[in-house]
């Protein structure tokens, strides 16, 4: 079971009761259409998942659906709204900033807009950072440019400090875009908000470059992050094939998913080996990593080779865990430990090899969303503005089953996405590699 | 109702009963997942639609998932296969080819694979175009270019040709890339199998640009073509914006359906107007386009304007009507027609305008797939691959609620996807231009 | 003879006699490299033209090298400087812009720079157009945009007029970004200037995507346009390609030079012929092009053609000439007739081709400069300052033997450069295409 | 003096006595200008230079001006060719590899063209590599991959061996594509050529994408390289604008010259810091580079630092030298040293900075050409066919002063072009960073 029904339910900061300017908006016949609240759309798309459901008599779960709302719950001529970015730079986050200043400020009216500068450092006094005035003046030419006009900072901030900042500032509507850490943090400044009975309304805009938010099909910037790195393969593919005995290595983004690597992958089916969290392999013997590079290496004379950050942690288990401002456990770098133990075993073998190692993560991550990410993050922008107007709180807005939906932070945060080893795409990187089990032991199983 | 449960049900050439050479096919633990007969999925995701369903005691309809089937129904050893691509270019055909060609020779070890050249006009002697073998090797290294290598053509033939061609080269699956007329072609010519008897699949890849096919999702290509329609408004805004009075007119792909120009005007929220077949215009009076545009023009000195070929057909009802080839009814040219009304508008009203027209359509749908549209095709070719050698036929491979499916053919030829007016996607349009109802008498209604 | 030497004088307004602020601008051992008055470029490089001025004792000619003078004209303290784009669109437009503001304002000191709105148009009252305020700010995050965020126009105005402006701004130096009309309007400028006294310095950075500047041997955007001409050829390859008797059209800039479209058909040479105003050819005939098409395409199936918006335009020899207000003759659109004619010839001879007409003009000349282009502009907007803060004035800034150089408008406006016949350039492109002679008595000459 | 007029005179195998195939070859009018022997394109082109010669009576040394010759010394109905790829990738290889073969088929009739695989081993019986049939077909489809579809390899082999392969294989002419180590291994093959009394061209296209080597403006893939590191760099900046104290670092290819440094530091002059070979540099003191990075950061929160990767070799003098298998000094990896240092000095200083280390090498060389490269390496592989078809040897193509010339191999090889630090391009990169001397005592100089 996805999700337990109960779960989905979307807090609220109360009645809404003011008619949003939104009606009457269109000129002319075509009114904007509300979305009403007992529009709802299913967790599930597998029929035996429903049937599940039927058999033992249970509502089946659904998400609310995103968009705006007939009555409003904040007066805009009095709102003052804030936004902020956290965590790593991902593609898509300059747009995110501008769709929401401009449907706060064009549809609903609201001309109090604040950009919290560096994440959640902004909010503390200690650092200094100036806060900005954002209009649509300050956003019309952002989009061309990547990163985040805001600035962003890892790592978490005293939540009371937070919740003290915003009511000194007399926020009304929080808008927070980042990943796991960020959702995590979110959920906590919305209980510490509610605790002292403020009336906040909390949204965040999920971000992860890795694609592993849970409840989540498919976060902006991914579908960027996969064009470039698949020109990134194509490199590598240049380099291997270029060379006699040539190998390309390449690291992708992934902390805990191998999305990106297994996507990227399968665009131009050029890489041999896709290593990513979600599979074991071994290093040695046998069937073995090395072992099965080698004898792809005498056969093909080369090799392209794709890992995501997060593989093979398990060969770095005697040392020291360390974390990062974030409180993210800190990876070892398994692209440079694979560099170094595919140049030892060649070196021994007395093959000798030319291998090339590419990690492009910070040239992906740091540019402008493509078109398509361009629409993705407009509609996200447009209807965390809906939710937050409509006095909702404590919520996601995420992209399922092809609608845009409102998840409870709860139901999300501190959950993962995985790429499922008997899934659709991992059975493609297997097929199009032909890698087989990294694993000495899996014959057996 | 999207469709009745009736309509779901896919026809199969006979029983599938050799086992499918992909098991085992990969080495170790994680084994080919088949997909089993009653894996399906639902058609809707609105709460309110399943609930209609139970309501009425309805089946929930559903669609057989696409993939791998545990047993097949034809010989890999004797096998031989055709593909075909027919109609207008798309990013993206190349793909396909690559994708079938290769599943059918590595994951089942068929090892005659024909292109057919020129659309279905390969199939008739009387053009005596070269068949081509495919091979792993033919298609290796087709990705970055645009076009297709099989060339195409407009138009239909004559189907007891194409089945009679069929039956001399003893083709037992027949792969189709193409649109609307194709999956009609495709339609009779498996009707035309059925009366004689023949034991030939006939699958069908959906293709258009302008992502209108009933009951698919996304048709390939379309990601591409936003990106690059997306950076032809740029430049028409660019060109609008560099002149007083200036104007920007581009004319974007879309027949009936207003896909491209919507999602692209949303990209960079540069277009002021966008006109597509779904929304009625009128030209002249106080409402009309061009009273609303002058306003524009006076108000902003500059406009871009977005216009999809089938809009505004109705301005040519004094014309002949002709038809093209593929039948379809040939289109009058919309974008001229705009060129020469906004001229002469602005000539009499003595406003000095700057108009710049752009047609980039051919430069869009001869581009090579971006990475993401490369993904997909590589899907949808796989499946296709599997739906045919287990038998199935009739149908076309389509991606519906986040899933790969098979659709039956009948269930969406002559039928079409269109924007809704009361949509997210055109709301979101409204919103963004401003443009308002161009029809006179949209303010009654 | 390219030049004589007395036509290579650069005017002052004036004696230089204030240090350069540029003096120990650059701390530490390298200091800022002056150019003095003798370094000079010798216009020609081919021996036997070197060896014409020494066996004649004549000097030989050379251009004045661009760059940073010791002593300058203007106190920077004092100085307004206005800075004016005229004419089509270029890439490069804002890197330019951007160059000149950052020079002067970082190096010189200059703190009063105005931008005028709408070419020469900005310079006139009774349009009302506003004048523009340009600091680092305003131009920092430019680059990224096509166009010119200044807006441009076509046509001169009363000369009188400009002057009176320049004069009522109290400007120093007024720089020009414009092509052949905008260098014949500069001239007539300084002219007046020179005739009231008044110390005005104008200095032209000559634009042309056309390339065809005399005494300029590349002018910026042209590496731009070259990339995307390039990608247009490969799309109408794809749809020649793609279809039987497939042919793809595409018209390329080049109202007097053929650069843009030989260049093009060189980098990928799908082009099967090449048509620009340099070279004669004839429609009908035996070596005419309508028959040389028609034999290609009943031999190759398909074919390309590349023309540039100027050749063949004696076909409209019967047609009104008509002007532009630049003056410049308006084109009949050689696309458009040449279009036409191939269909009619084809229907005629009853081959069905498929023909396929790219005009991307206005998507090349709208893009954003290739960082190329944008170094170029770095150096063009640089040299045009320092030559401008010297006193010099009415030259253009000008790249000639791989150096920056000023060269007096005199000596280039109203002259052109064009593509040689009888040069590697168009002799390369006859190889490339094959397209030989396309005059019926060529064979005589 | 930049070379002497002795030093430019090019070997020829024999008196060309066949006329070229080309003569008559352009139907019509336009005949093939053939080059004579007296064109001759003059070295230098400062007024200055050429005065020297002329007071000091010498003559003004001149270049031999490439292109075909009216006579060719080789038979084509005979002739054998090789070509071969060397050292590092470079966009644009297989851009000349189709360009020479082409040439030698189409325009002179050479029917047996070889490629050697994987640089110089491919002639040493030892490494079993296979050699490749070049034709028209096997490179039409190359343009858009990047890297070399013959395989390149580093390092040296036995002249005498590759001097008996090309006997053996009874070859004509020998293509060589390569940088440095090339030029100095072509030059003793020619010269064990010569000393075996062979007839055997040898002809080099130099390739370096540091665009260093002597006497040739620009090598090809040069521009390709220039744009991609521009983005390198924007994203550098993106990143480093993207937190408080934001360091982006980037390393770009420049082994004893930065100009691909300089020059893309100036595309977007967003890079604070541009360290190149040919600038001395102190990591400590108060003029050294960490005390200016800490400055700047203290300023303006955020820099860019864009790394040669010959820059700051010293601090590794006291390391041991090592050499790669071309003979090439071993670079330390100044990047990863600098990272190290920049992250130890601001932990030292309690500077929370948040570094991210760009390497885009592999990304960029793999790359195919862009349009204007490919274009470049047109004329390079036509003009080398040219040369080696009228018999001429022991030359490099080169692109000097705007034309295409023979340089002797003796006179470039082993010499080497620099960024001048007094020159244009560093002055330009000095105003544009702001960085300075970072040299402790450069006050004194």
Redesign the interface.
């Known amino acids: 079971m996805i999700i337990d029904s109960k779960e989905t339910k979307i807090q609220i900061l109360g009645e809404p009761r003011i008619p949003s300017p939104l009606s009457g908006?269109?000129?002319?016949?075509?009114t904007?259409?509300f979305v009403s609240e007992?529009?709802?759309?299913?967790c599930a798309?597998?029929?035996?998942d429903?049937q599940h459901y039927?058999d033992n008599n249970l509502e089946?779960p659904?998400f609310e659906k995103a968009?705006p709302r007939e009555k409003i719950y904040f007066d805009p001529s009095k709102l003052k709204c804030a936004i902020v970015t956290c965590g790593g730079?991902c593609p898509g986050l300059n747009d995110i900033i501008r769709s929401v200043v401009?449907?706060l400020h064009?549809?609903y009216g609201v001309r109090n807009i604040y950009g919290i500068k560096?994440g959640l450092?902004g909010f503390m006094p200690e650092?200094g950072?100036d806060v900005v005035d954002l209009t649509p003046g300050t956003v019309s030419?952002i989009?061309?440019?990547?990163?985040?006009i805001l600035?962003?900072?890892?790592g978490t901030q005293d939540i009371g400090g937070v919740v003290d900042c915003l009511e000194r500032m007399n926020t009304g509507i929080l808008f927070m875009v980042g990943g796991d850490g960020t959702l995590m943090a979110a959920n906590k400044i919305a209980d510490e908000i509610n605790s002292r009975n403020l009336k906040i309304s909390v949204i965040v805009i999920p971000k992860t470059i890795d694609n592993d938010i849970y409840l989540v099909?498919k976060t902006f910037g991914f579908?960027t992050a996969?064009?470039i790195?698949?020109?990134?393969i194509?490199?590598?593919?240049?380099?291997a094939?270029?060379?006699?005995y040539g190998i390309?290595l390449i690291k992708l983004m992934g902390r805990h998913a191998g999305f990106l690597a297994a996507?990227?992958a399968?665009?131009?089916?050029d890489a041999n080996f896709v290593l990513i969290p979600e599979?074991e392999m071994d290093l040695h013997g046998e069937?073995g990593f090395l072992c099965s590079l080698e004898k792809r290496l005498i056969e093909r004379k080369h090799a392209v080779i794709v890992v995501a950050e997060g593989a093979g942690q398990k060969f770095f288990s005697d040392q020291k865990t360390e974390y990062d401002p974030s409180g993210n456990i800190k990876l070892k770098d398994i692209g440079v430990f694979l560099k170094n133990e595919i140049i030892a075993w060649f070196k021994e073998k007395n093959i000798p090899v030319?291998l090339?190692?590419?990690?492009?993560s910070?040239?992906i991550?740091?540019?402008p969303a493509?078109?398509?990410d361009?629409?993705f993050c407009?509609?996200l922008g447009?209807d965390a503005v809906h939710a937050g107007m409509a006095g909702k709180t404590k919520l996601l807005v995420s992209h399922w089953?092809?609608?845009?939906v409102h998840i409870p932070m709860e139901a999300s945060a501190g959950k993962r996405k995985n790429v499922d080893?008997?899934?659709?795409l991992?059975?493609?990187v297997?097929?199009?590699t032909g890698q087989?089990?990294?694993?000495n032991d899996?014959?057996t199983?």
Request: proline share 3%.
């Open positions: 908006k269109i000129k002319g016949g075509y904007n259409r007992d529009e709802r759309i299913i798309v597998e029929k035996k429903i039927l089946i659904s968009g730079l401009l449907e064009h549809c560096y450092q650092y950072h030419n989009l061309d440019m990547g990163g985040t600035g962003s900072s890892r099909s579908d996969v064009d790195a698949t020109n990134a194509k490199g590598a593919h240049n380099e094939a270029g060379y006699p390309g996507t990227a399968l665009a131009q089916q599979i069937s030319s090339k190692y590419i990690d492009p910070y040239m991550r740091s540019l493509n078109a398509n361009s629409v407009g509609f447009r089953n092809n609608n845009y080893p008997q899934g659709k991992w059975q493609s297997l097929e199009a087989g089990c990294l694993v899996c014959n199983n």
